[in-house]
């Protein structure tokens, strides 16, 4: 009976340091590599970002299976010379609303410039606290941004330790070759710039936004939808501050493509005053999509 106690102790001791956070998928495509392409390369290689993400302990607290991360990393492969891989990389995240069976999309952008060098064969290593390997810091990067996101939609201010853990991955990369890493590259939409809009006081409306969207606004339309769309409202009120403080933010373009058709079917439902305002809040911040806001008033509300 000692024995089996002890066996079972070890156990559950090992299944909570190995405990999954994240139910990732992730893709390597390199149809647009010319010169031939070794397809077993690269499905080892997605093979070894898998293991690298769901072997690892990323989040500070023991999720259930239930709540793992659902997020996934799209890797599409543009050039490889040698050992250096380029590319772009779509960005995933999604969590469920509560009592429901809908899930919500979080983030869904386009990282345009990724580059990184890897030797087949090579271990993928990292440390928290050091720049062992750029790719690694790549991917890790975007695993805290994704518990940072999902944690801010259910708690006030939640995901704050993994965005600090996202700044230092940028501050370790200042010097980095690869692009998207320091405030030259590539405009203002880099990781660099996502990350400076999160963690930058003046901008902190941002987080306001993802709890109350979510939490306040979402989580409860299953059972007071008029209530929610209200909260949901104001939360998008939230974005036109601070794109009022700056205009053509990072995260106000990303928010706002992720959101633009959810935003829409919320409103389509809501009171001739909420279609309005909505309308108005949404062309102005998001004048790109403008046109589609249009769609809110396809259908008569109450």
């Known amino acids: 009976m000692k024995r089996l106690c002890i066996i079972l102790f070890l156990s559950l001791l090992c299944g909570g340091l190995f405990a999954q956070d994240f139910q990732c998928q992730v893709s390597v495509n390199a149809n647009q590599v010319t010169g031939g392409v070794n397809q ?3 499905n080892d290689l997605q093979q070894k970002i898998y293991q690298f993400i769901h072997e690892r302990k990323w989040c500070q607290y023991n999720l259930k299976t239930s709540e793992r991360i659902e997020c996934a990393l799209q890797i599409n492969l543009t050039e490889v010379s040698g050992d250096v891989y380029k590319g772009t990389m779509t960005i995933l995240l999604q969590r469920p609303v509560y009592k429901a069976s809908y899930k919500t ?4 952008f386009q990282d345009k410039h990724i580059q990184f060098t890897y030797a087949e064969g090579d271990p993928l290593e990292y440390s928290e606290n050091a720049n062992l390997n750029q790719f690694t810091a790549l991917i890790a990067y975007y695993l805290n941004l994704f518990l940072a996101v999902e944690f801010d939609s259910f708690s006030q201010n939640g995901g ?3 965005f600090n853990n996202c700044q230092s991955i940028v501050n370790f990369n200042q010097n980095a070759k ?3 890493w320091s405030v030259a590259d590539n405009g203002q939409s880099n990781r660099y710039w996502i990350m400076e809009n999160f963690t930058n006081s003046t901008y902190s409306k941002l987080h306001d936004f993802y709890y109350q969207y979510h939490r306040l606004g979402l989580d409860v339309m299953s059972e007071t939808p008029d209530a929610g769309r209200a909260v949901i409202l104001e939360s998008l009120r939230l974005l036109q501050q601070v794109n009022s403080q700056k205009s053509s933010l990072a995260m106000i373009k990303v928010i706002a493509s992720t959101k633009c ?4 079917n919320i409103f389509k439902e809501g009171m001739p005053s909420e279609k309005t305002q909505v309308i108005n809040i949404m062309k102005q911040i998001d004048p790109t999509n403008s046109s589609r806001y249009d769609a809110i008033n396809s259908t008569t509300g109450k």
């Not at 999309?105 to 869904?108: A, Q, R, S, Y």
């Not at 058709?261 to 829409?264: G, L, P, S």
């Open 40 to 42: 077993q390369r690269y």
């Open 160 to 162: 704050a330790p993994y």
């Open 178 to 180: 690869e692009k998207g």
């Open 261 to 264: 058709d959810e935003i829409v």
């Open 105 to 108: 999309t979080l983030l869904n």
